[in-house]
């Protein structure tokens, strides 16, 4: 292909945006850094995406939003050549796989078999893509937590899981969280003492969000993806000083060491 026909992060982004108004950068890196999208880099470094592969964006986000499939199944449709890049009313909610779909034609982005896609060349940070969804039965099979745990938490408002006709799913974030809480109810800290962490959480997204949304509110490409920069940064720093105030505080406990 002709290195014109090329798109930059920041130009496929404005493509989407129209169709997909919540992806931001950070989302197409993580879809590149779990191998779903696979795009070319110049001898920078810097990504160029052909438009196979925004063809094969779309339709992975069109598979999500539309159906909320996992990216697993929407892996194995790409890799399968049953993808053609259509909005389809999927009933099956099994997030472990398809059952029955036969769809004819080919998508032109799944032509393109995927291996380990290079991650990004500048730090980012590990991000888990809330579609790789269980449900209930999964995730206490899974993560060994009782279920009588779990309603607490869920009671709580610590996780909340997303319903899909009758099933109850969890995301990354939620097993994530609930292997936490599990740990600490392991030591003897009480559920309910943990919703304070979330308060905080909260309230510092709140302090951070207003550092950033004057970015977002460009509506263009540079600015979204310096406003994701920044919430990086801005995270990252939190959680630095976070730990840091926690280790001073616990001095006391420490033998009153100087540090």
């Keep these: 292909m002709d290195e014109k ?22 989302k197409i890196r993580f879809l590149e850094s779990q191998g779903l999208i696979e795009p ?3 001898p920078s470094g810097y990504r160029k995406f052909s438009d196979s592969e925004v063809d094969r964006l779309r339709f992975i ?3 999500q939003r539309e159906n909320y499939l996992p990216l697993k199944v929407i892996r194995t449709r790409l890799d399968s050549d049953t993808s053609d890049g259509m909005v389809r009313p999927y009933d099956d909610t099994d997030p472990t796989g398809v059952r029955g779909v036969a769809v004819q034609g080919s998508h032109p982005a799944a032509a393109k ?5 290079p991650m990004a060349p500048h730090k980012v940070r590990a991000q888990r893509d809330d579609t790789l969804s269980v449900d209930r ?4 099979l899974a993560i060994d937590m009782d279920e009588k745990l779990l309603k607490e938490i869920i009671g709580a408002g610590l996780v909340s899981p997303r319903k899909v006709g009758d099933l109850e ?20 800290i009480d559920v309910r003492n943990l919703k304070r962490w979330k308060q905080s959480a909260e309230a510092e997204v709140t302090l951070y969000e207003g550092r950033i949304k004057p970015y977002f509110m460009q509506k263009n490409p540079t600015s979204k993806a310096q406003a994701e920069d920044m919430l990086d940064d801005l995270i990252e ?3 630095q000083l976070r730990a840091t105030l926690v280790e001073v505080a616990a001095r006391s406990f420490r033998g009153n060491r100087a540090q």
Excluded: C, H, W
């Design 40 to 42: 070319e880099r110049t």
């Design 137 to 140: 039965g999964e995730l206490l």
């Design 237 to 239: 720093l939190g959680e």
């Design 5 to 26: 026909n090329y798109k930059s992060i920041g130009e496929v982004l404005g493509l989407l945006l129209d169709e997909f108004p919540d992806v931001t950068i950070s």
């Design 169 to 188: 799913m969890f995301s990354p974030l939620d097993r994530e969280i609930l292997q936490i809480i599990r740990k600490f109810s392991d030591l003897g």
């Design 113 to 117: 078999k995927l291996s380990s896609a």
């Design 61 to 63: 986000l069109r598979e």
